[in-house]
């Protein structure tokens, strides 16, 4: 399949959107057979493991995505089997050590004495597994590095799919958390030997056993490495500082209602996450090449279009909170869920204007400003909610995180206009808040139409939930077309970009439309 940025796109969101559907159907499942109890401590099981691979694996996942993806033929013929190599040696180096260190807490009793006896023996499986993750996650970024994604991102929808079914079997078999982790090692390794069958037809895998060549980077890469943990460490404290300090300073029933708020206003995120999963790869060798001209028309363009999509899906969220929320979560008192949601959705929209310029720029390897604009949001961010969570609960944590989140875009701005580019040259920001206000009143009041209607059979939520999406989508995408957010040979250049059908589909249709 040849690749552009719409395809990578549409590889990353569909395989994304198949993930979450299979999610939705594996947690419950494994929730049912294990039980309230072992559940939960497979939940601190596996917080444990997210925060050690933030260690162990974020800087070698963009340093891989990045490094790979450049074209430095002219310095090293053998550049790009250099880079896996030496990337590959260190992700098993580091996975050895952390998965030794699980494996000798819990072998010396310190697991125990700070959790409980059932963890020596999950910590021994998550020595393994964070082994077998690393050398997965390297495997397929590699692929992704390569703009392989129409190949890397399916097989995450291998592994999630493959894990749900021997985590459920086992799980259902009386193999408790145990079994659970044994399917993520399976489905790990499994990957994992497919993505290398993968990479042997993009470089040498015999260059993993042979020493890079002395002029090779090393340096570069290593310090790429490091500064990239300390970015992903201060982005990720923002998701979760605000739930931390509410249940510390506010309570558990707090935190949980806000938590499951927040889980819902970040669903807004799934086109700019998948976005920014593609910059890296799509940005660094154009960096590499001085093309800052090229960065700049990608940069405003996925800044726009992410900014549109998601204005769309957080005026629809607004507007259905009320019938929403309930019917997705069935639990008491769900209605003061209502107004964190709508204090979030200003920071939430900023954070996935921002998540474009946050690739584009880490890209760049500049790391110094990078961490410097993310620091700043991550300090704003930790402050607002030290100071407004004790006076003002759930609230204060809404408003503190949506202000962090909120001046994230314009840090990150500021940062890529000292890398020399302008991410919203082109951004039409007028057009999209004339949109949003032209097209979100009628998509606000029309939930209140349907439910003040008495329709027979069919309760107003269910219908407003069903109905207001669709009709919101196109009232919201004839408002954009005609304020100019986004032009008709815009849309159909997108649809012009995928693959058949759709390509030549788009092409008639724009032919009838346009007349040409």
């Known amino acids: 399949m040849s690749r552009n940025l719409t395809t990578a ?16 159907a594996i947690t419950p499942a494994l929730l049912y057979y294990l039980g309230s109890g072992q559940f939960g401590q497979y939940a601190s099981v596996m917080a444990v493991f997210g925060m050690l691979m933030i260690l162990v694996s974020s800087g070698i996942n963009g340093g891989m995505r990045k490094y790979i993806s450049e074209d430095r033929s002219d310095e090293d013929e053998r550049w790009k089997d250099h880079v896996f190599a030496y990337y590959f040696r260190l992700a098993t180096l580091f996975a050895l050590f952390a998965g030794g260190l699980l494996a000798v807490g819990a072998a010396t009793g310190a697991i125990s004495t700070l959790m409980d006896a059932d963890y020596d023996t999950y910590f021994y499986l998550l020595a393994v597994l964070v082994v077998a993750a690393q050398l997965r996650s390297v495997a397929r970024r590699a692929l992704m590095g390569l703009k392989l994604e129409h190949i890397a991102e399916p097989l995450q929808v291998v592994h999630k799919v493959l894990f749900g079914v021997v985590a459920v079997a086992l799980a259902a078999l009386g193999f408790g958390v145990p079994g659970v982790l044994v399917a993520f090692i399976v489905a790990s390794t499994a990957v994992f030997a497919v993505a290398m069958a993968l990479m042997a037809r993009q470089v040498s895998l015999s260059a993993i056993l042979k020493p890079v060549p002395e002029d090779f980077p090393r340096r570069e890469l290593l310090n790429f490495n490091h500064l990239t943990i300390v970015y992903t460490f201060l982005l990720t404290s923002m998701y979760h500082v605000d739930v931390i300090l509410l249940d510390r300073l506010v309570g558990h029933e707090a935190a949980g209602l806000y938590k499951a708020a927040l889980v819902l206003v970040q669903f807004l995120w799934f086109v700019p996450k998948s976005v920014q999963s593609m910059m890296i790869q799509s940005t660094s060798d154009l960096w590499a090449k001085g093309r800052t001209d090229r960065i700049e028309s990608i940069a405003t363009r996925v800044t726009r279009y992410s900014l549109l999509v998601t204005t769309l899906m957080a005026v629809g969220l607004g507007a259905l909170a009320a019938d929403f929320v309930p019917l997705y979560y069935h639990a008491p008192d769900v209605e003061l869920m209502f107004g964190p949601i709508l204090f979030l959705l200003p920071g939430t929209l900023g954070f996935a204007v921002a998540r474009p310029m946050l690739s584009i720029n880490h890209a760049k390897g500049d790391m110094k400003t990078l961490i410097a604009a993310t620091a700043a949001a991550a300090g704003l961010n930790l402050g607002l909610n030290v100071l407004l969570i004790p006076q003002y609960g759930m609230i204060g944590a809404a408003l503190a995180t949506t202000v962090g989140y909120g001046s994230l875009p314009l840090l990150q701005t500021g940062a890529a206009k000292r890398l020399g580019y302008d991410p919203l040259a082109d951004a039409r920001i007028g057009r999209i808040a ?58 159909f250049d997108l649809l012009g970009a995928l693959p058949e059908p759709v390509s030549s589909r788009a092409l008639a249709l724009r032919a009838r439309v346009t007349g040409d």
């Open 9 to 24: 796109f549409a590889s990353i969101a569909g395989s994304r959107l198949v993930m979450l559907v299979a999610s939705a």
């Open 434 to 491: 004339v949109t949003t206000a032209v097209a979100g009143l009628p998509i606000a009041v029309l939930p209140h139409l349907i439910n003040g209607s008495p329709i027979p059979f069919v309760g107003p939520s269910v219908l407003t939930v069903v109905v207001v999406p669709p009709v919101g989508f196109v009232l919201f995408a004839v408002v954009a077309v005609a304020t100019g957010a986004v032009t008709l040979d815009e849309v």
